[in-house]
Structure formats: structure tokens, C-alpha cells
């Protein structure tokens, strides 16, 4: 394998982190956020409306010149774990501001940074896919408990790119990092992410980490619980 691409919650990083501590804190201060900054926002909200208008667990009209409008569907979408574009997008932005602020510091699991020295030193592209925006997904790897992990990467992927459950989104993803798709192992914690990466032509992994769903155990992809494991 000449490129590992790697899903993030429940990968590299515990998913008590992401529940726990990102979300909670960008449903906090993310009224504040669209308030403060509401006339920069013409696309996410457009984005938002739309798919408000579509929203079955939505009954309430959003209003596209109402801040407060906006933040209350945000915060309900954060709360639902929507995998939503410009939520994600929005959600950088807050967090960009608690991680500059030394307010927010990331968690990654132990064998990460080794396994990232270890993969650079043998020639391996390691690239991110996760539903989080881009610049949430760079800002994760700059803060975490083991200093500046971003030298290590080489490629990032959001819900830009498609769904992680579309098989096209991988191949999408074996086009831009290149030369091979054969030559790409994707690690996820999601079976589903990982039949679709397989229908593309990657290789799989399931990230067997504490406190991930349980999977079902006739799982026809090979499991890991550390990084250390991939040789």
C-alpha cells in the first residue's frame, strides 16, 4: 500500500472527543459565531435553508435573515449529528477560534504518531477522509496531545468530496492522490464506509478502537485495534 487514507472518529481519535468536547462546545458558541459574522455566511445559509426545506425532523420555518434562525437550526443539527456541509463548515470556524485560543486541544490514540513517523519514513502518502470540514480535519492534527501531526499528511477529504457510504466518493478520492486505487487502504470504524471504499477498488481496514459501536463479528473486513498492526 502506497497511500493510507484514514477516517478520524473512532480511527484516530476517540469518538468521546468529538461528542464530548467538539460538539458541545461548537453548540456553545455557535449563535455567537453566526451573529458575529452572519453577512459572511451567504452560502452556508443558503446551503442551510435547502436543506431545512427537506427536513423531516425539522418543523420550524428557517428564516434566512434571522441569526437566531440559523443557530437554532445549527445547534439542532449538531444535536442529530447531521453530516451536514455547511454545519461543517461553520463548525471549523468555531473551532478555529477555540484552538487559537488554547481553549480546545486535540486527542489522538497513542500509536498515531508512530505509526505516522513510521508510514512517512517507508514513502507512504497518509491522507485523511472524514465528514468534518477540511480546515476542522487540518486544525485536529495541528493541536493534539502529541504536538503538530500535520507534517505527516499529505491529502485531506470532506463531504465535498460525496458521501462516505458512495463508492464513488472513493474513487474520486483514488483519482486526486493517484497513481493506483489497488494501491490505497482506507481504516474506518464504519463497515459501510468500508464496503463502499471496497466496491472502489481500496483496500480496507476496521478500526476496532474503546468506546466504538459494536460491529457485527461476520464482518468480512480484516480488523485492527492499534496502528501498530499495520505493517
Keep these: 500500500m502506497k497511500v493510507i487514507l484514514l477516517d478520524i472518529e473512532g480511527t484516530t481519535t476517540p469518538i468521546d472527543f468529538v461528542h464530548k468536547v467538539l460538539f458541545p462546545f461548537a453548540k456553545e458558541r455557535i449563535g455567537k459565531y453566526v451573529e458575529q459574522h452572519f453577512d459572511k455566511l451567504s452560502n452556508e445559509i443558503a446551503q442551510l435553508v435547502d436543506e431545512s426545506s427537506h427536513d423531516e425532523t425539522y418543523t420550524v420555518p428557517v428564516d434566512p435573515t434571522e441569526p437566531g434562525s440559523i443557530a437554532a437550526y445549527l445547534e439542532h443539527l ?6 451536514s456541509t455547511p454545519l461543517k463548515s461553520i ?18 490514540y497513542e500509536d498515531v504518531p508512530p505509526a505516522f513517523e513510521r508510514w512517512a519514513n517507508e514513502g507512504r502518502k497518509i491522507a485523511i477522509y472524514s465528514s468534518g470540514s477540511i480546515l476542522a480535519q487540518r486544525l485536529l492534527f495541528r ?53 463502499a471504499a ?13 468506546g466504538n459501536a459494536e460491529v457485527d463479528k461476520d464482518t468480512s473486513h480484516r480488523t485492527i485495534s492499534s496502528f501498530a498492526e499495520i505493517s
Design 198 to 210: 471496497r466496491a472502489a477498488g481500496l483496500s480496507t481496514l476496521l478500526s476496532l478502537r474503546p
Design 143 to 195: 493541536y493534539t496531545n502529541h504536538g503538530d501531526l500535520t507534517p505527516f499528511l499529505s491529502h485531506y477529504f470532506d463531504t465535498t468530496t460525496g458521501g462516505k457510504r458512495e463508492a464513488e466518493s472513493y474513487r474520486r478520492i483514488g483519482e486526486a492522490i493517484g497513481p493506483n486505487i489497488e494501491e490505497v487502504l482506507f481504516v474506518s470504524d464504519i463497515p459501510a464506509e468500508l464496503d
Design 78 to 83: 449538531i444535536d442529530i449529528d447531521r453530516k
Design 91 to 108: 463548525q471549523g470556524n468555531v473551532w478555529k477560534e477555540g484552538y487559537e485560543a488554547s481553549e480546545l486541544k486535540s486527542i489522538v
